[in-house]
């Protein structure tokens, strides 16, 4: 079956890199995805790459796959107060209708 | 209005009441789903709605009854509920035939079962 783990939380400092991690089982995902959950709102969709790709760069965001160890990456350059957050990674399934198995989320934390 | 929309964004329901909560996308989409965002849980997919026919129905219990009766507008018609289904319900639409198929948010309503 599907799952997918994230940890829960992570803390950097303001100017900083952020690296939010996220394992995924299901080997034939096509698409994953990150989205952005601030207090009180629904989710942001940031980014997503397609399953062939190893890499790809929108402004401050960088996805990094690597399917062979069904790991994936959000890298967010010079981190702002503004970017704290609750950050979910999803993969979207074969299984269903195309439904998106979503991981647990990390709080990032941006400290000034 | 632009994007998806959610009304009301709270509720507050004894076990007894029947309610409904109501989503609109302004996007064009031809799918709608229904998600239940709970503490510390993964986010739980409930009904998807393509073309306006169910296709997907995560076992979820018959006190949960949804509506679509246009590519537009969902419904969450609720009766009878728990206090255990006190969480965020989260509606998105997409656009299948795309092939990212992005699903995009509301901003979700809040939902205290007392």
Redesign the interface.
Known sequence: GED?EQSLFLSVREGDSSVINCTYTDSSST?L?W?KQEP??????LT?I?SNMDMKQDQRLTVLLNKKDKHLSLRIADTQTGDSAIY?CAE?ANT??????????TRLLVSP | ETGVTQTPRHLVMGMTNKKSLKCEQHLGHNAMYWYKQSAKKPLELMFVYSLEERVENNSVPSRFSPECPNSSHLFLHLHTLQPEDSALYLCASSQVDRDANEQFFGPGTRLTVL
Request: hydrophobic share 40%; charged share 10%.
């Open positions: 997918v698409y995805y989205y009180g709102a629904g989710l942001q969709l997503y397609f979910f979207r269903g209708f195309q439904k998106l198995v979503f991981g647990t989320g």
